[in-house]
């Protein structure tokens, strides 16, 4: 079955950086687009960056400039690099596998990012 696995939470001050990782397995990585998504308390979850099976990007207004998607293929894990934290940053992140036609089929139990001010 398929398995993502995130890593690379932590608590970090405003300004500062974190690089997630979101590693998969039991799929065939390199032919599904992949997703962060971020969820805060009394908020619903909301999609952070996407990248396609071929590179392309996509990312929330909020974040634009700030965080960077990238995947590596030969080890089948996806990555997003927080630049510039702000407090509004802080959330679980979760890494999710898109299907085409369903969407988010296959999601990881989450990596906390907490930022301070």
């Known amino acids: 079955q398929v398995q993502l696995v995130e890593s690379g939470g932590g608590l970090v001050q405003a300004g500062g950086s974190l690089r997630l990782s979101c590693a998969a397995s039991?799929?065939?990585?390199?032919?599904?687009?992949m997703g962060w998504y971020r969820q805060s308390p009394g908020k619903q979850r909301e999609l952070v960056a996407r990248?396609?099976?071929?590179?392309?990007?996509n990312y929330a207004d909020s974040v634009q400039g700030r965080f960077t998607i990238s995947r590596d293929n030969t080890k089948n894990t996806v990555y997003l690099q927080m630049n510039s934290l702000k407090p509004e940053d802080t959330a679980v992140y979760y890494c999710?596998?898109?299907?085409?036609?369903?969407?988010?089929?296959?999601w990881g139990r989450g990596t906390q990012v907490t930022v301070s001010s």
């Open positions: 990248i396609s099976r071929d590179g392309r990007t």
């Open positions: 039991g799929t065939i990585f390199g032919i599904n687009a």
């Open positions: 999710a596998r898109i299907h085409p036609i369903h969407g988010p089929d296959y």
